[in-house]
T-cell receptor
Framework: DTAVSQTPKYLVTQMGNDKSIKCEQN?????MYWYKQDSKKFLKIMFS???????INETVPNRFSPKSPDKAHLNLHINSLELGDSAVYFC?????????????FGPGTRLTVL | GENVEQHPSTLSVQEGDSAVIKCTYS??????FPWYKQELGKRPQLIID?????GEKKDQRIAVTLNKTAKHFSLHITETQPEDSAVYFC???????????FGSGTRLSIRP
C-alpha cells in the first residue's frame, strides 16, 4: 500500500502550458507539503498545508497554486510553464507539522518543460 | 536566517570504511535534526533523527551526533556497503516557521 502517491510520475510539456500534479496520502496525516528538487538535488520547500489550510508559502511565483480539497490531498497547479520549472516535484506529509515528526515523501513527479 | 550547511558535497569511501557527513545550522531554537537518504531516482527517506535533548543516537551502522552549543550535527556510517551509495540530506527544523530546512546534500559513493 502506497503511503504517499503522486500522479503523474513523468510530465513533459511545452512552455506556456498549464499542468497539474496530484498528491494523496493515506496515512491520516494533518500536514502536507510540496518540495522542488532541481538538477543539483537541492530540496526546497514550496508550500505546506495543515488540515487544508495554507501555513507556508515560500517565495514561489504565483503561477504555482496549491489546492487542498481535503487533508488527504494536496494538488499543485502550474500556469504558464517556463523552462526553469523543470525539476522533480515531491509531495510529502507528516503528522502535526514537520518538527519532531518524520516527513513521508511521495515518489516524485519529473517535470520537463521544452 | 534560515540556513543549513552540509559538507562535503561528494564523498567517496572504500567499502568497509567509515563515512562522516557534517552539517551546521543557524537557528539556535532548532530542536529536531533528521537525516534523509535518497537513492538514485527514488524518494528521500528518513534514516535517523535526533532531538535536542540528546547528544548522540545510534542505529546499527549509522549514528548521529549533535553539538547544540556549536550548532553542529553529523552523520556517521560505519562498515560501509555498496547499498549505502546515495545522496544524504541533513535537515533542521525552524519551529517558528513550522518547516524543516534541508542541507544541500552529500553524494556518497562506496568503492568496491
Amino acid at each position: 500500500d502506497t503511503a504517499v502517491s503522486q500522479t503523474p510520475k513523468y510530465l513533459v510539456t511545452q512552455m506556456g502550458n498549464d499542468k497539474s500534479i496530484k498528491c494523496e496520502q493515506n496515512l491520516g496525516h494533518d500536514t502536507m507539503y510540496w518540495y522542488k528538487q532541481d538538477s543539483k538535488k537541492f530540496l526546497k520547500i514550496m508550500f505546506s498545508y495543515n488540515n487544508k489550510e495554507l501555513i507556508i508559502n515560500e517565495t514561489v511565483p504565483n503561477r504555482f497554486s496549491p489546492k487542498s480539497p481535503d487533508k488527504a490531498h494536496l494538488n499543485l497547479h502550474i500556469n504558464s510553464l517556463e523552462l526553469g520549472d523543470s525539476a522533480v516535484y515531491f509531495c510529502a506529509s507528516s503528522q502535526e507539522g514537520p518538527s519532531y515528526n518524520e516527513q513521508f515523501f511521495g515518489p516524485g513527479t519529473r517535470l520537463t518543460v521544452l | 536566517g534560515e540556513n543549513v550547511e552540509q559538507h562535503p558535497s561528494t564523498l567517496s569511501v572504500q567499502e568497509g570504511d567509515s563515512a562522516v557527513i557534517k552539517c551546521t545550522y543557524s537557528d539556535s531554537a532548532s530542536n529536531y535534526f533528521p537525516w534523509y537518504k535518497q537513492e538514485l531516482g527514488k524518494r528521500p527517506q528518513l534514516i535517523i533523527d535526533i532531538r535536542s535533548n540528546v547528544g548522540e543516537k545510534k542505529d546499527q551502522r549509522i549514528a548521529v551526533t549533535l553539538n547544540k552549543t556549536a550548532k553542529h550535527f553529523s552523520l556517521h556510517i560505519t562498515e560501509t556497503q555498496p547499498e549505502d551509495s546515495a545522496v544524504y540530506f541533513c535537515a533542521a527544523d525552524y519551529s517558528s516557521a513550522s518547516k524543516i530546512i534541508f542541507g544541500s546534500g552529500t553524494r556518497l559513493s562506496i568503492r568496491p
